[in-house]
């Protein structure tokens, strides 16, 4: 067994490979720890970004909720643009268009239909 | 301390150097024996092999956690943003009320430099802020709360002031973007997030336990049916001034409400700042004498029991006596009246000699039965309990045939009448959205065939009698008109001015029993005629034009085919006496 006979520098080369690996592990714990914790901030901070983000989201959708308030729309659509709900004499069905076109010839030259 | 020393048994140490030299000399004696797997050193070797294999594991998983972190985690983390109730949205997900992140304001008096100097510019930066309750936390030896509900643009101005001593911990507050649209609905909560009225009381521990953005809690309002009932309920209260007036739209084979409106309404946002008129939700917590829209109920009940068909003749030339009462139509016929025509001449007479041959125990049961004797079935707390007869007997069968003697909430009213014409089942009524193929079951209360005549009966009505004013050109519109008058304590009996004007419409009324039907109801309590309506304000000329405007409004939301049909458009129909009767 020259692992536990051979000596490097006086001592043996099991306790030197143990002290080597003891070393190492002590180190990869270390940087992993650094990582994790360099990460960590990371997170923390896209959270808190995404947190920001998601109250400005919501804040919009509650102003886009208020903005587009029927009431409002309503009062907008009239006064400014004239419109108002849809009237019976102002929709058909596709497949009633021929019938009432040709029921109506002299309102459609008229551009009433 | 020499004492207990000197009394403890010297240890042994004897075999601890024994088991020492055993160990150090075993590498000799296991290869003197051959036998060299009884090495001790060998032995060391494996307990390190393991240690150094559980540190290499450890140290690998610590780097698994660096390099590829939870993901779900973080994003969990990220959204749910601590909300105390979940959002509520309409039947087609528009929001309706959300929580938003604000901030309360606290004041620490040990870290304040200059008092006259903090207490100026937070009375400057919160206008609203009173002055006796900054000066309470100025001069208090603790940490105290002094404003919450800041918006984070509030909390940025004072915060760039560089106050010391001021500090802000963020807080949920519920917002109601849509201010007063749907507000009765809706509801509100106290500033601790606890449901006080409508949905949000209603629905209060459900919206609580699904405090998540991603799953909103659906209502089965529409909006933009809401919005369009509380603009013409709106619109007929600045025509009639009325006290208050009430609307209300549902789903007849669900029992959905597809918009509940109570006028004058309030904003949520600042319930405090709201009467409690303007609180009250009139469709579920006021009661009315509905007047003659019951005169459906007792028409549909002779028809169920076999006690009149739509040919039954009534005579209605003569008042009637029933039990105390002398019964009067308000426009006397003077004729001897079909059955049809005594609900499209809504002829109390002709209505009180059916209750007549229905009896006082048959009308109770189907009263009962309509849920009309009970709060309506809803999942309002708010739902009020209606005012019915102590005893059924003559007089009380003379009065409830024609909608006096008892007193219900629109919303009961609107329950029952969706059950006659439904195809007859009593569903209950509903705030909360059902899934699409939703199949609400129901006790049966009247028979299929009465709920078709009763679809033919109430379009009749608009065709040819008192809800012309209904009418929409393209759709099959039915209702029938009621007027309450009102029962004054101090009169000791009915008035004459005032009443409770009402509309109970269906559409369409054509198709089989499995069509898609709504009913819509308008009631404004105590109206005032005007020049054009001649001074009269019964329920033909004040809710029946804004039921018929509602439906032609919510009919395409509805996926309600208008029919197109030029001629009909043209050609309306004139009802036999408009409006003016009861």
């Excluded at chain 2, 708010?382 to 005012?387: D, I, K, Q, R």
């Excluded at chain 2, 219900?408 to 014409?421: D, H, I, K, N, Q």
């Excluded at chain 2, 009269?536 to 405007?549: D, L, Y």
Aim: net charge neutral; charged share 20%.
């Amino acid at each position: 067994m020259i692992l536990f006979t051979r000596r490097v520098w006086g001592f043996r080369l099991v306790d030197v490979i143990g002290v080597g690996l003891l070393i190492a592990l002590i180190l990869s714990v270390y940087l992993a720890k650094t990582f994790a914790g360099r990460e960590r901030g990371e997170i923390a901070r896209v959270e808190a970004e995404i947190a920001t983000e998601h109250n400005r989201v919501r804040l919009l959708q509650a102003e886009v909720a208020h903005l587009e308030r029927p009431d409002r729309i309503e009062h907008l659509s009239s006064t400014y643009l004239g419109l108002g709900p849809v009237k019976t004499t102002q929709e058909i069905s596709p497949e009633a268009l021929s019938s009432v076109l040709s029921a109506k010839p002299t309102a459609v030259k008229e551009g009433r239909l | 301390m020499s004492f207990t020393l000197q009394s403890l048994p010297i240890p042994n140490w004897r075999w601890i150097k024994d088991l020492v030299w055993r160990i150090e000399h075993a590498f000799e004696r296991a290869r003197a024996a051959g036998r060299a797997e009884d090495d001790t050193r060998l032995r060391i070797f494996v307990v390190l092999a393991i240690f150094s294999i559980a540190f290499v594991v450890l140290a690998a998983g610590a780097a698994k956690m660096v390099i590829f972190p939870d993901v779900s985690r973080i994003e969990a983390v990220g959204r749910e943003g601590g909300l105390d109730r979940a959002d509520l949205v309409d039947r087609n997900g528009a929001v309706l009320a959300l929580d938003l992140e604000h901030y309360g304001l606290y004041l620490e008096p040990h870290d304040i430099w200059d008092v006259g100097e903090t207490r100026r510019a937070l009375l400057a930066a919160l206008p609203d802020l009173q002055a006796a309750r900054l000066d309470h936390a100025l001069n208090s030896k603790h940490r105290s709360f002094l404003v919450g509900g800041l918006t984070p643009t509030a909390k940025a101005q004072i915060h760039d002031l560089g106050l010391p001593g001021v500090s802000f911990e963020p807080e949920q507050k519920r917002i109601y973007p849509l201010g007063s649209t749907a507000a009765h609905v809706i509801g509100f909560t106290d500033t601790g997030g606890l449901g006080l009225e409508g949905a949000e009381a209603a629905f209060n521990d459900e919206i609580r336990k699904t405090a998540d953005p991603r799953t909103p809690f659906a209502l089965s309002v529409d909006l933009r049916i809401q919005a369009a009932l509380e603009d013409e309920l709106t619109k007929a209260a600045q025509e009639f001034h009325p006290l208050g007036a009430v609307g209300v739209v549902t789903n007849v084979k669900t029992g959905e409400v597809l918009g509940m409106a109570s006028w004058p309404s309030f904003d949520p946002n600042h319930p405090g700042q709201a009467t409690d008129d303007q609180k009250l939700n009139r469709a579920a917590s006021a009661v009315y004498e509905m007047g003659s829209t019951f005169k459906a109920f007792t028409v549909a009940i002779g028809l169920d029991t076999g006690v009149a068909t739509p040919d039954s003749t009534f005579d209605a030339r003569v008042p009637f006596h029933l039990g105390y009462r002398t019964i009067h139509d308000y426009h006397a016929a003077k004729k001897i009246l079909s059955l049809v025509e005594v609900f499209q001449h809504s002829s109390n007479i002709g209505t009180a000699r059916l209750a007549e041959q229905i009896g006082p125990k048959r009308l109770s049961q189907y009263f009962i039965a309509l849920g009309l004797t009970r709060p309506a079935k809803i999942e309002l707390k708010e739902s009020a309990m209606p005012l019915i007869p102590h005893k059924w007997d003559d007089d009380a069968v003379a009065s409830t045939s024609f909608g006096h003697g008892i007193d219900v909430s629109p919303l009961a009213l609107s329950r029952a009448m969706g059950a006659l014409l439904n195809g007859g089942t009593l569903v209950p009524l509903t705030i909360h959205k059902l899934p699409a193929d939703a199949k609400v079951a129901g006790p049966r209360v009247v028979s299929e065939k009465t709920s078709q005549q009763m679809l033919q009966i109430m379009r009749a009505n608009v065709t040819g009698g008192s809800g012309g004013k209904a009418d929409v050109p393209g759709l099959s519109v039915g209702g029938k008109t009621g007027t309450g008058e009102k029962y004054i304590k101090a009169l000791g009996g009915y008035s004459q001015t005032q009443q409770v004007s009402s509309f109970a419409a269906v559409f369409p009324t054509d198709g089989d029993a499995k069509t898609d039907r709504y009913f819509v109801l308008i009631l404004l309590d105590e109206p005032h005629g005007n020049a054009a309506t001649g001074g009269f304000s019964t329920g033909g000329w004040v809710a029946a034009p804004a039921a018929g405007r509602v439906i032609d409004r919510v009919s395409p939301f509805l996926h309600v085919q208008r029919q197109a049909n030029l001629a009909s458009l043209v050609a309306q129909t004139k009802p036999a006496n408009p409006g003016d009767e009861r």
